[in-house]
């Protein structure tokens, strides 16, 4: 009788932390509202705001996200979810539209920056400025 609770719970503790490991692995599972998702980028291309949005990403995201975008900021270390690698291949499949919604909606541990960063002009250069994060 022993032998099986502890086989049960052994075999519960396993399942447990598979699925930790797992959910952790998978990133924050953002639901993304389809009015964002098809939400156009009226910047998009704009050379004159690179310096606006590298600006702009330096005030509010660098903390979390790293000067490269690499996810690895000093505060990415305090979150429970890390922050996302705005460089990798699985980042360029999200619309203009979406990296404007996880930019700046926030969600869980992610501050809401659209009353941070009023100007839409500011917020389409930091879109575009992750643009070129993934590029190099």
Same mark, same amino acid.
């Given at each position: 009788?022993?032998?099986?609770?502890?086989?049960?719970? $052994?075999?519960?503790?396993?399942?447990?932390?598979?699925?930790?490991?797992?959910?952790?692995?998978?990133?924050?599972?953002?639901?993304?509202?389809?009015?964002?998702?098809?939400?156009?980028?009226?910047?998009?291309?704009?050379?004159? $705001?690179?310096?606006?949005?590298?600006?702009?990403?330096?005030?509010? =995201?660098?903390? =979390?996200?790293?000067?490269?975008?690499?996810?690895?900021?000093?505060?990415?270390?305090?979150?429970?979810?890390?922050?996302?690698?705005?460089?990798?291949?699985?980042?360029?499949?999200?619309?203009?539209?979406?990296?404007?919604?996880?930019?700046?909606?926030?969600?869980?541990?992610?501050?809401?920056?659209?009353? $941070?960063?009023?100007?839409?002009?500011?917020?389409?250069?930091?879109?575009?400025?992750?643009?070129?994060?993934?590029?190099?």
């Amino acid at each position: 009788m022993k032998r099986n609770l502890l086989n049960y719970t $052994l075999t519960l503790m396993l399942i447990v932390f598979t699925s930790v490991l797992v959910y952790a692995q998978s990133g924050n599972k953002t639901t993304i509202p389809s009015e964002y998702k098809e939400k156009v980028n009226p910047h998009k291309g704009d050379e004159s $705001l690179k310096m606006t949005g590298l600006r702009t990403f330096n005030r509010h =995201c660098v903390s =979390c996200h790293g000067k490269a975008g690499l996810g690895d900021g000093v505060m990415s270390k305090n979150l429970k979810i890390p922050p996302g690698n705005l460089t990798t291949a699985h980042m360029t499949k999200y619309s203009d539209g979406e990296i404007y919604y996880m930019s700046f909606v926030g969600e869980g541990e992610r501050p809401d920056f659209i009353k $941070l960063i009023p100007s839409e002009e500011d917020k389409w250069a930091v879109v575009n400025y992750v643009r070129t994060l993934q590029k190099e």
